[in-house]
């Protein structure tokens, strides 16, 4: 399986956010984008999701579910963490392995959950938690369906360093598994094998 993205260009606004962009990224592998505000790190993973239209170029997945298209193939996590403040962790993941088509029993939820060592707090309402836990919910969600291909942006944000460790293992064994991941971020990973992928403004880039 590969993602490849070739001579793209994003425009949000009427501004062009960035040009002949190419990259390839194939299984087992991860590529961290890096750069300024405003460089189009977030722009670049949601229009691989499909969230936002390409002014020029094109991207595919080759290998994957030829009657899938590349969203639906693809976790997005961006930086709101889209959890129901009033449910609780377990139900907030059985919703969302519900709408990706996942697994949502209780034992699913509770060992994504667990990977991300907040199995104590499975029956916690969401409200009741603090925002790295908050955040740690939120990236179970990548456990309770599985899709070969991660669009993280900025997945540590609010974690400690013992959170980033579960984390880190929780990639490794994503990509051992075969998965790729997109990743924008500011901050380490923990992943030592990702190649980084540097935006500037309105540059050309490539990968």
């Not at 088509?101 to 029956?123: F, M």
């Not at 309770?144 to 669009?151: D, G, H, N």
Request: proline share 3%; aromatic share 4%.
């Amino acid at each position: 399986m590969r993602l490849s993205a070739e001579k793209v260009a994003l425009e949000r606004g009427g501004r062009l956010v960035f040009a002949e962009l190419s990259l390839e990224v194939g299984a087992g592998e991860a590529l961290v984008i890096v750069g300024p505000n405003g460089a189009g790190k977030s722009s670049l993973l949601r229009a691989i999701a499909g969230f936002l239209p390409l002014a020029a170029g094109r991207i595919e997945l080759r290998g994957g579910d030829a009657d899938a298209s590349l969203g639906e193939q693809a976790h997005y996590l961006g930086h709101a963490d889209a959890l129901k403040g009033a449910l609780t962790a377990s139900e907030n993941l059985s919703f969302w392995a519900g709408v990706c088509g996942g697994d949502s029993s209780r034992n699913a939820c509770s060992r994504a959950l667990g990977c991300l060592g907040l199995a104590h707090v499975a029956d916690f309402p969401v409200h009741a938690l603090s925002a790295g836990q908050k955040r740690r919910v939120a990236l179970a969600r990548l456990l309770v369906a599985e899709r070969p291909l991660w669009l993280l942006d900025e997945p540590t944000t609010a974690l400690d360093a013992a959170a980033q460790a579960l984390f880190a293992a929780v990639m490794g064994e994503h990509l051992t598994s075969g998965g790729l991941i997109l990743a924008a971020t500011h901050a380490p990973l923990g992943l030592e094998c990702a190649r980084t992928l540097y935006l500037g403004p309105a540059e050309s880039v490539a990968a």
